[in-house]
């Protein structure tokens, strides 16, 4: 649906497109502009992302309608962007929570696997005792990948809770896989508690560990990375 907003004598044209990244916004609620640019180039299906002018610009031209808001903290993503009330319904996100570096992050991998095609979601709050909740979930044709943002390392306890709780769904057949994109360090121990807890070694097979952020959570790549298959591709296998 292509829409007008006029704002302070101006007429802005909000396009499928656009709406397509409020709905985006609307799951992963705040992102940095490296982010939008991926996003950007997975609407247009062109397997990369936009340039960052051109990521600089939607987000100049939104703002002006008011559709989106932005601030900057100094990060190396650039600008944090997130939708507003008149886009999505939701109100602004704090940008000063413990938690937005995470968001900010689980927001870089959804963008990349929208890049190659998967559809993302949030996961449901377990409503069970000893269950867990993954960061995102990565969809394709018979696929349904649970991804975990682990830009810090756990106790060995906690993973032995978390890969139970994993377990159990793999079992159940709520999922097909799991992949940890970490920090270096994080990486080390995911597969420490993959090798030595009977949970982890019993979930081992179907969990793939990727460092891919810096110890700030920034994800620093222009090209998909060689391990993400695109969605199609995926659904071949």
């Not at 997130?82 to 959804?110: F, M």
């Not at 080390?188 to 009977?198: C, F, H, K, M, T």
């Not at 700030?216 to 591709?233: F, I, Q, V």
């Amino acid at each position: 649906m292509v829409q007008a907003v006029n704002r302070d004598e101006r007429t802005v044209w909000v396009m499928p497109r656009d709406e397509s990244m409020f709905t985006w916004f609307s799951i992963v609620r705040i992102a940095d502009v490296q982010s939008v640019r991926w996003v950007l180039g997975a609407l247009n299906r062109s397997g990369q992302p936009v340039s960052v002018r051109r990521a600089q610009a939607w987000c100049a031209r939104m703002q002006s309608a008011g559709l989106v808001d932005r601030a900057q903290l100094g990060g190396r993503g650039g600008s944090l962007v997130w939708a507003t009330y008149a886009s999505t319904g939701l109100g602004k996100p704090n940008l000063y929570r413990q938690t937005t570096r995470h968001e900010v992050a689980v927001a870089a991998a959804s963008a990349r696997y929208a890049t190659a095609g998967y559809a993302w979601q949030r996961d449901e709050k377990p409503a069970t005792v000893g269950g867990h909740q993954a960061d995102g979930i990565a969809l394709a044709p018979r696929w349904v990948e649970l991804v975990e943002v682990e830009l810090t390392a756990k106790r060995m306890p906690r993973y032995a809770s978390i890969f139970s709780a994993y377990r159990r769904r793999l079992d159940y057949g709520d999922g097909t896989a799991i992949t940890y994109l970490c920090t270096d360090a994080a990486a080390r121990a995911v597969r420490q508690a993959l090798g030595e807890l009977p949970a982890g070694r019993a979930i081992a097979p179907r969990v793939e560990v990727h460092p891919v952020y810096d110890e700030r959570g920034y994800w620093d790549e222009e090209l998909l990375p060689s391990w993400l298959p695109s969605a199609a591709d995926r659904a071949r296998f």
